[in-house]
């Protein structure tokens, strides 16, 4: 696997990896991902493949940019969505919402889809320059590094005999979890499924400030 560095040539490079079906490896504000097109369904299925990964788990689909959330998921509380965004987004926490999105393959047919938006400016340039929208997963064989963060060095170990390129962040990442998920229900609660950097209490203290609580 060849690790890149961020510049012109390199982004045209991972392009056209990716629009030929292949998956790449991407930094994230957590961990290293598998990343692909979101309607490349050659991508998908190597990424599953490589994952050893049961097709019935949907994969996580970012964006650059936090505000295209409503081009892919809804719900009945917008104003606690929004919320959500302006407080947390970009960052390390994923947002499970209704799917309205084209992307049915990549997320199994599931009626919610799982939207994230990170800090990483080396993952947001390279995903303004797809146009706007990625499909992710952790990189790493399914089950084997459940309490571990995916480093670049996780990421050569378990991918790197599969995966031609690793995108290298730029800065060092300070997470020591995987990204938070969350789910926002439509009675005006939210509940957490997944408990990151990112803390039940310091969502709690946000939603607490606009009358909105979590779930327990």
């Known amino acids: 696997m060849k690790i890149l560095e961020l510049n012109q040539e390199n982004l045209e490079i991972l392009k056209s990896k990716l629009n030929a079906g292949y ?4 930094p994230t504000d957590t961990n290293y991902n598998l990343c692909c ?14 994952k050893i990964r049961p097709k019935n788990k949907p994969l996580s689909i ?5 505000n295209d959330w409503e081009k892919y998921g809804k719900t009945s509380q917008t104003n606690l969505m929004k919320l959500l965004v302006d407080e947390f987004w970009p960052g390390a926490l994923n947002i499970v919402v209704e799917n309205i999105s084209p992307f049915h393959y990549a997320i199994n047919d599931s009626s919610t889809i799982s939207l994230g938006c990170v800090q990483n400016e080396v993952f947001r340039e390279l995903v303004e320059y797809l146009g706007g929208v990625v499909a992710l997963t952790s990189a790493n064989i399914s089950g084997t590094a459940d309490d571990l963060l995916i480093t670049e060095e996780v990421a050569d170990e378990h991918m790197g005999d599969k995966v031609d390129y690793l995108l290298k962040s730029n800065v ?12 926002v229900n ?18 709690q203290n946000v939603l607490q400030k606009e009358g909105y609580v979590i779930e327990k």
């Open 23 to 26: 998956p790449i490896i991407v």
């Open 37 to 50: 097109l979101p309607d490349n369904r050659m991508a998908i299925n190597r990424i599953f493949e490589y």
């Open 62 to 66: 970012f964006m650059s940019n936090p």
């Open 172 to 183: 060092e990442s300070l997470a020591t979890k995987s990204s938070t998920i969350i789910k």
């Open 186 to 203: 439509d009675i005006g609660t939210v509940t957490v499924l997944r408990e990151g950097d990112i803390s039940k209490k310091e969502i």
